[in-house]
């Protein structure tokens, strides 16, 4: 069945750095783009960086560019979010997402997505 299991979240000082990963199973990675998106208690879901099926496009939010990377491995079956100077603002769950797509282009919308992982809890302690 399709898996995607995030890992790497954790608590961390204002500044500090974490790397997210997202290993997927059950179904042909290389033919999906990747996303990731968070969500902070009593917030909507949101976009945070998207990145295409074989890695030449990426794009990121706002809030986040230039502190966060998103990177793939097609052959491990894994996308990563490298997040550097983090801010309390950055504090919520972590969702890796796919959407099947052999072209350019990223997602940003949460209903895009074709399948969710289970999330990851970032805390950034100011």
């Known amino acids: 069945q399709v898996q995607l299991v995030e890992s790497g979240g954790g608590l961390v000082q204002t500044g500090g750095s974490l790397r997210l990963s997202c290993a997927a199973s059950?179904?042909?990675?290389?033919?999906?783009?990747m996303g990731w998106f968070r969500q902070a208690p009593g917030k909507e879901r949101e976009f945070v960086a998207g990145?295409?099926?074989?890695?030449?496009?990426?794009y990121c939010a706002d809030s986040v560019k230039g502190r966060f990377t998103i990177s793939r491995d097609n052959a491990e079956n894994t996308v990563y979010l490298q997040m550097n100077s983090l801010k309390p603002e950055d504090t919520a769950v972590y969702y890796c997402?796919?959407?099947?797509?052999?072209?350019?282009?990223?997602?940003?919308?949460?209903?895009?997505?074709?399948?969710w992982g289970q999330g990851t809890q970032v805390t950034v302690s100011s």
């Open positions: 997402a796919a959407r099947a797509s052999n072209t350019k282009g990223v997602f940003v919308q949460t209903f895009l997505a074709d399948f």
């Open positions: 059950g179904f042909t990675f290389s033919n999906y783009a």
């Open positions: 990145i295409n099926w074989n890695g030449e496009n990426t």
